[in-house]
């Protein structure tokens, strides 16, 4: 679609346009589902090896929290990071790692509904290294919270269900945490929003 885009020339918001459009959107879906359910398999075979290392998280961070904010600001949402002066180093594959936290954000984003923060908070607490992802939605009850990690779990409400995504982002981002020894929570109370607390060994 995007070699399309570029060699045939439509009147802006014109039908042609938007098919393309339209096209483009759904073969990024594929795409993406297809990268997800390869993830999957290949964590369920323990076919995926870490190529870790002593890494300072500050900038992974905010690389992955530059991919969100066209999303966010498309949805008037915004983006508040912090990540003070606490030594942030944790031996961790750097693609993976961003993985992890790209699927969080974008959990948060989706769920943070229009005009909503998400927050990103980052530090040490004892011997980990702890980010959390906090978005101000509507929360998940407490009968879903054990399930929310589960492969192709999208919720119960009709609300959750219409929204875009395949309900792997977050068993993949759980998965990926374990594989590094770390672990991934969720505190969440309905009305008030979600925080997925990511935690991980930290490296001196």
Not at 25 to 41: K, Q, T
Not at 76 to 93: F, H, N
Request: charged share 25%; proline share 5%; aromatic share 4%.
């Amino acid at each position: 679609s995007d070699v399309l885009l570029e060699q045939v020339q439509f009147a802006s918001g014109s039908p042609e346009m938007r098919l393309l459009r339209n096209i483009g959107r759904n073969v990024e879906r594929l795409h993406g589902l297809v990268a997800d359910l390869l993830d999957v398999a290949q964590l369920r075979n323990a076919a995926i090896q870490l190529e870790s290392e002593p890494i300072d998280l500050r900038p992974l961070i905010g690389q992955s929290v530059a991919v969100i904010a066209p999303i966010a600001r498309v949805r008037k949402q915004s983006l508040d990071v912090q990540a003070g002066a606490d030594d942030l180093i944790a031996r961790v594959d750097r693609r993976r790692f961003e993985q992890i936290l790209i699927n969080l954000l974008t959990n948060a984003s989706s769920f943070g509904g229009t005009g909503g923060q998400i927050s990103v908070r980052a530090y040490r607490r004892g011997g980990e290294v702890v980010i959390d992802v906090e978005d101000n939605g509507p929360g998940i009850p407490a009968v879903e919270q054990g399930l929310v990690f589960e492969p192709f779990y999208r919720g119960r409400s009709p609300d959750v269900r219409r929204k875009p995504g395949s309900g792997l982002g977050l068993a993949i981002a759980r998965s990926l945490v374990e594989l590094h020894g770390g672990r991934l929570s969720l505190q969440s109370e309905v009305g008030k929003g979600s925080t997925f607390r990511l935690s991980l060994p930290a490296a001196e």
